[in-house]
């Protein structure tokens, strides 16, 4: 049927359902996974047990293509909710959950990325943004004015210190003996996969043939992971009132931007699945303060 919002600053309709994600109080726990894409999302779901009362893990599917799964790992609640890809797209999740949830909120974002330098960034590692992330952002001022950058780049932002040494503890172990590494590195968030990521081609003077050494590392020597949310998660969360929401990130390497291998399908497979239970694992040892003040859950 139809459904009618109130509220054009920020509009819920009579269920006081958030207009895009589209999930309600209640529904959201306060400890998030955030990935890219909803098979991600359903693979993450099917490691978790359904919440005290239900048959399944909880799933809300919006019109606007989030996927919301809430449940228990490690007997903690948890949601894991697909973004999308792009900032505006993490802008909706972390907005939209933050006004359905109460008291502090933590996000583990587990992406995709490609690497502009591997070593360390090797195929098929995980990229831990622990010194943060910085944004990449073409300039389209400098279609017509020479004077100006082609291309932005921000300082970085940091990610929660205890949040993401735990994620990175925890991505450790759980690849413990494997031939993919952990690395601890800086990000770099882009608002394009191809201009800003400085992919080339020929439909479009995107003036990038010196983005990734003569801008992005150049400014700053230690990215090595180039996606697409990162650093709008970090940078909501440092601006977050009274810092309720603590943020952490990581990102598989799919593609060696330098060589332009890419990760075969069976490896990206075992790295969803490893990096995403670490990541569940993470959210339900990590210590997030419920309404009363009180650690619920976690110890860490
Ligand atoms: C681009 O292919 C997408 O992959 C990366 C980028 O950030 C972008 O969203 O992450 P996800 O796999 O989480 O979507
Ligand atoms: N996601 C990105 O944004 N870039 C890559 O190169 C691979 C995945």
New binding site residues.
Partial sequence: GLVSFENANFPMDQDKRTYHVGTKRGEVANRILS???VT?AALCASFMEPPPGMSEVYSYKSKRGFVTHTGLFDGVPISVVS????YPNMDFVVRECRAVTDGELAFV?????GAIQAPPGKLGSVVVASKGSVLVRRNPDAYDDPTVGKYFVSKPALPDAKLSALLESEMRSALNGDESEVVSAMNA?ADS?YSSQGRTGDDFDDANENLLDEIILKRQPEVVSL????FHLLDLARNSRELSVHAASC?IVLAERRSNDFLPADRIEFMERTCCRAALSTLAKASVRDVDGKEAYGDA
């Fill in positions: 990935v890219g894409d991600r973004t999308g890809m792009g974002r587990v992406g995709t990325c968030s996969f996606e697409m949310e990162t990102a």
